[in-house]
């Protein structure tokens, strides 16, 4: 519990045995749940996450997106933050972000990964890919994201009813900060975090992902529904 508030951490992990080992060790005494949402890791990731404590949960279909999905119909908290399972978004940043969410009053915080302060962390490919995608979203939903790809964010467990998540691959991470946007009912704010390298293999695929997210964010622009 953090201020009366019950708090659920959301990771979802393909392969992430090094990563996870280290987010877990490292999780603070206030969470109430940690939720590992696996996909047939072909590594210890599952047993590591349970010998610490996490609750783990299989998921058999592929996808980021589609894991948050069983993560979500899983938690049990009041505020549910997420993180990658490859320890580059900071564990210890927890505290700052639940004080900055309750301080700011907000139902959905993004955690930016920028300004990058650790170079090492992110190509210069990346960061294009990045200001490309976030400049688009927020021309599109004239609204300004400095980060619309980041898979760190704190939000209210009962504004997930309010969204239409489709997405169950990568997109998923600028769907559910759309459908928080553009939600006159949802309050938006955003805060800057320090992230750092991911231990571990790369599984994103810049151009594949970065192109279909864009692709992605036009689409849901000019075909999702709007609600009031
Ligand atoms: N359960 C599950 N997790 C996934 C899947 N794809 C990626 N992940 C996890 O989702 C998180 C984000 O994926 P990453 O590969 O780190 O993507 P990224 O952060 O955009 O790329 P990097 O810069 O390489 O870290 C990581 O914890 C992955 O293990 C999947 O299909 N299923
Ligand atoms: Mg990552």
Same mark, same amino acid.
């Given at each position: 519990?953090?201020?009366?508030?019950?708090?659920?951490?959301?990771?979802?992990?393909?392969?992430?045995?090094?990563?996870?080992?280290?987010?877990?060790?490292?999780?603070?005494?206030?969470?109430?749940?940690?939720?590992?949402?696996?996909?047939?890791?072909?590594? &210890?990731?599952?047993?590591?996450?349970?010998?610490?404590?996490?609750?783990?949960?299989?998921?058999?279909?592929?996808?980021?997106?589609?894991?948050?999905? &069983?993560?979500?119909?899983?938690?049990?908290?009041?505020?549910?933050?997420?993180?990658?399972?490859?320890?580059?978004?900071?564990?210890?940043?927890?505290?700052?972000?639940?004080?900055?969410?309750?301080?700011?009053?907000?139902?959905?915080?993004?955690?930016? *990964?920028?300004?990058?302060?650790?170079?090492?962390?992110?190509? /210069?490919?990346?960061?294009?890919?990045?200001?490309? /995608?976030?400049?688009?979203?927020?021309?599109?939903?004239?609204?300004?994201?400095?980060?619309?790809?980041?898979?760190?964010?704190?939000? &209210? *467990?009962?504004?997930?009813?309010?969204?239409? /998540?489709?997405?169950?691959?990568?997109?998923?991470?600028?769907?559910?900060?759309?459908?928080?946007?553009?939600?006159?009912?949802?309050?938006?704010?955003?805060?800057?975090?320090?992230?750092?390298?991911?231990?571990?293999?790369?599984?994103?695929?810049?151009?594949?992902?970065?192109?279909?997210?864009?692709?992605?964010?036009?689409?849901?622009?000019?075909?999702?529904?709007?609600?009031?």
């Amino acid at each position: 519990m953090y201020k009366g508030q019950k708090i659920t951490v959301i990771i979802p992990c393909l392969n992430e045995e090094q990563g996870i080992e280290k987010i877990l060790k490292a999780m603070p005494e206030f969470v109430d749940e940690t939720i590992v949402v696996d996909n047939n890791s072909t590594d &210890r990731t599952p047993e590591i996450a349970q010998s610490l404590g996490a609750k783990v949960i299989r998921e058999e279909v592929r996808g980021y997106g589609r894991s948050y999905k &069983r993560g979500f119909q899983n938690a049990t908290g009041d505020v549910i933050i997420t993180l990658d399972g490859d320890h580059s978004y900071p564990v210890d940043a927890l505290s700052y972000l639940i004080e900055a969410f309750l301080h700011l009053g907000v139902d959905f915080l993004n955690a930016s *990964r920028f300004p990058v302060r650790d170079r090492s962390s992110m190509s /210069l490919k990346h960061k294009c890919g990045n200001l490309i /995608l976030s400049l688009a979203m927020s021309v599109l939903y004239l609204r300004w994201v400095r980060d619309s790809q980041s898979g760190m964010w704190v939000l &209210r *467990r009962s504004i997930l009813n309010q969204m239409q /998540l489709e997405s169950d691959g990568m997109a998923f991470s600028e769907e559910i900060k759309i459908e928080a946007l553009k939600n006159e009912h949802i309050l938006f704010g955003e805060i800057s975090i320090l992230y750092s390298s991911r231990l571990g293999e790369i599984k994103l695929n810049p151009w594949k992902d970065g192109i279909y997210n864009l692709y992605f964010l036009v689409k849901k622009r000019f075909t999702g529904k709007r609600r009031a």
